[in-house]
């Protein structure tokens, strides 16, 4: 099945500095990287997502980019903002296409 | 829409018991999924039901644990016997097709089993 892994764990920024998340996946065949964010107490939501055929997807602040060859992909958060603090979930949905979570990462904007 | 809606938000319990979670999925999504979350392993997809029918099971760690969908608006989750580590948030999300993009989320059952 796909194997996930996602870094780091937790992560510190200061407001208005950038944030990166990496993930690294398995399985050749995942073709679908979506990025959920979820706040303290609340639901995971997806806020991007990226298809295999494109190497980079942007909305906003955020953006998602994707290297096939080295199967990784990452988000990057511009301009933190203190709202953005929260735990962070990248997945992939290998061969078998159901959905494998990362570990998360837990970012806190410092203000 | 309502979004994805689960019952109850919380529920505390005894070893022993009988737990059943609830969950009504946005109306016309096609699919739906289990998860469970633990600081220990994350978020673990339990099982998936597309057009009601269970397509994917493997991840329903025991016997004790069980799914059904009846109807394209309802679906249980129900854990009988319950045990302590059983104890976590349990998540129902839908989507559109036959797929696992764009899951939706609902708020979750806290479940406390003591």
């Known amino acids: 099945g796909e194997n996930v892994e996602q870094h780091p764990s937790t992560l510190s920024v200061q407001e208005g500095d950038s944030a990166v998340i990496k993930c690294t996946y398995s399985?050749?065949?995942?073709?679908?990287f979506p990025w959920y964010k979820q706040e303290l107490g609340k639901r995971p939501q997806l806020i991007i997502d990226?298809?295999?055929?494109?190497g980079e997807k942007k909305d906003q602040r955020i953006a998602v980019t994707l290297n096939k060859t080295a199967k990784h992909f990452s988000l990057h958060i511009t301009e933190t903002q203190p709202e953005d603090s929260a735990v962070y979930f990248c997945?992939?949905?290998?061969?078998?296409?159901?959905?494998?979570f990362g570990s998360g990462t837990q970012l806190t904007v410092l203000p | 829409d309502a979004g994805v809606i689960q019952s109850p938000r919380h529920e505390v319990t005894e070893m022993g018991q009988e737990v059943t979670l609830r969950c009504k999925p946005i109306?016309?999504?096609?699919?739906l999924f289990w998860y469970r979350q633990t600081m220990m392993r994350g978020l673990e997809l339990l099982i998936y039901?597309?057009?009601?029918?269970?397509?994917?099971d493997s991840g329903m760690p025991e016997d004790r644990f069980s799914a059904k969908m009846p109807n394209a608006s309802f679906s249980t989750l129900k854990i009988q016997p319950s045990e302590p580590r059983d104890s976590a948030v349990y998540f129902c999300?839908?989507?559109?097709?036959?797929?696992?993009?764009?899951?939706?989320f609902g708020s979750g059952t806290q479940l406390s089993v003591l």
């Open positions: 999300a839908s989507s559109e097709g036959a797929t696992n993009e764009k899951l939706f």
């Open positions: 399985d050749s065949a995942s073709n679908y």
């Open positions: 990226i298809r295999s055929n494109v």
């Open positions: 997945a992939a949905p290998g061969s078998a296409r159901q959905l494998t």
């Open positions: 109306s016309g999504h096609n699919s």
């Open positions: 039901f597309n057009n009601n029918v269970p397509i994917d």
